[in-house]
């Protein structure tokens, strides 16, 4: 199998996508392209040598191919015409805003281009932390009491302290905020409206656990260890972001088997069949021996290749069982049949 690893995106979490490619890069042994979304929405094609950070801070990818997406593929201009970039399915690795909340899986799915990532709906679900909820609770699954708060319509909040505010449709812990006391909630909020203008607000747990499950189903689902956190009050962005770009191994949670087990059957349920065809992970709490699903990441950082010995594996075991979208004969039967009406 050939990838294109699609990165990058008009978002805040833009930086991260660029940080997951460069270390996809490092981990895949599969043979790779990459192209990369910059923030004005054009499509570039990154040779391999370029993929570093300071590449892209310093805009010298403008240097590199541009790309065009038409059907079936993308594309790069030639005086002697469009010649087709070579491979077999697109990742999709945009973190956040285009990536994550549907925008890419549109166009993938428009100009019938195969790829591993979520599609439409379930990006729709798990963009927006509120809809999430309410996808768990429609499964059958625990999920913490939470509240909304609108930019605009500023209401008191209905826990006691602490709580824990993070933008509504934002991930990578970005505006994200333990609040203890009264004199620090005005500071938070506006730190997560800085994102956006909806908030979610939990009670916030002091030692609760949490653990990440990552996997896809090819076939029969494929898991990845489940990961305990290590971390003082939240995961924040560097503790989530920047230790697996330094390759540290991930001990599994020392966890018992009915534990992980009925982890596992809540990850089933998310998963399929709506994010079938993409490898996603799923945040968990347990309290009290209760599971609740805390948040859907759609698309992982690094696709969560620090929780599998084998990510190549994984890759080609699911591109086998990538959804395939519906053929639609039109035969315009009810306009000739109209049509045959009006010239009786």
Sequence with gaps: MRYAIL???SSFEHEISIVSAIVLKERLKSDTVFIFLDENRDFYLIDKKNMKSKYF???EYKNSTQLILKKGGFYQKGLLGEKKINFDAVINLIHGRDGEDGKVAALLDFYQISYIGSRIEACAISFNKHFTKMFAKELGLNVLDYQIIKKDEIKPLRFEYPVIIKPLRLGSSIGVS????DNELSYALDVAFEFDDEVIVEPFIDGIKEYNLAGCKAGEFIFSIIEEP???DFLDFEKKYLDFSRGEQIKPAQIQDDLENRIKEAFKKVY????CGALIRCDFFVKNGDIYLNEINPIPG???NYLFSDLDDVLSRL?????KEKKIDIDYRYIHTISGMKNK
């Design 57 to 59: 801070s310093s805009k």
């Design 230 to 232: 290590k971390k003082m």
């Design 319 to 323: 591109s086998d069982y990538l959804p």
């Design 7 to 9: 990165f990058g995106g």
């Design 302 to 304: 690094s696709l969560a």
């Design 272 to 275: 399929d069949p709506l994010f």
């Design 178 to 181: 333990v609040v203890r006391e």
